[in-house]
């Protein structure tokens, strides 16, 4: 069955540190993946995509995202984070074989950034 | 309105009855999905509207889920003969037609049924 792995469900890090948050899928063939983001009272929002083209996307707020196709990965990346960055993180896949906006969530990674 | 309004916001239902989960979507979006999510998971994928049609409700765990948008607004999902493992946030999304639009999620209506 098609699966997303994401590696940590806490992480604990301090202002100004780097955030790296794996996320790995199943083989299935072409997909299109996404980092959603959830801040605390707040719905789910987009931070950043990958269709096709450039492997490394940049989404908002300083996030990036690399696609490794050999590694079936698409981690999370942000070289200095900030107190507003605590929140959930949800990695999720769009398989080509399914309807476009069907997406596949893993089970999401908890950040906490102290001052 | 300026985004996805779900109602209600919580909803607690005894074991064995029907609960109803309005979704109100962005004006103007076709496309309407509903999202299950459970207590530390990710969302799990439920169904999909376009306009009125339901497209694929691959993700409906039984039948004692329904879900419809009849004219092609407004969706309600409906759960019969709630269980305790129906327990969880229901979220709706939505989105214009396109497959390089973004998904605009709701806040979603938490569901205990004790």
């Known amino acids: 069955a098609q699966s997303v792995s994401q590696h940590n469900h806490h992480v604990i890090l301090s202002e100004a540190a780097s955030l790296e948050l794996g996320c790995n899928y199943s083989y299935g063939g072409t997909v299109n993946l996404f980092w959603y983001v959830q801040y605390p009272g707040q719905h789910l929002q987009l931070l950043l995509k990958?269709?096709?083209?450039?492997?490394l996307v940049k989404g908002i707020k300083g996030f990036e995202a690399e696609f490794i196709k050999s590694k079936f990965s698409f981690n999370l990346r942000k070289p200095s984070v900030q107190w507003s960055d605590t929140a959930e993180y949800f990695c999720a896949v769009n398989w080509a074989t399914d309807s476009w906006g069907k997406l596949q969530f893993g089970a999401g990674t908890q950040v906490v950034v102290t001052p | 309105g300026a985004g996805v309004s779900q109602s209600p916001r919580y909803k607690v239902a005894k074991r064995g009855q029907d609960v109803a989960l309005r979704c109100d979507p962005i004006s103007g979006h076709v496309s309407l999905f509903w999202y299950q999510q459970a207590l530390g998971q990710g969302p799990e994928f439920l169904t999909y509207f376009q306009n009125e049609a339901q497209l694929d409700k691959s993700g409906l765990p039984s039948d004692r889920f329904f879900a419809e948008r009849p004219e092609g607004s407004v969706s309600t999902l409906k759960i019969q003969r709630t269980q305790q493992e129906d327990s969880a946030v229901y979220l709706c999304?939505?989105?214009?037609?396109?497959?390089?639009?973004?998904?605009?999620f709701g806040s979603g209506t938490q569901l205990s049924v004790l």
């Open positions: 999304a939505s989105s214009t037609q396109g497959e390089d639009e973004k998904l605009f």
């Open positions: 990958y269709f096709s083209g450039d492997p």
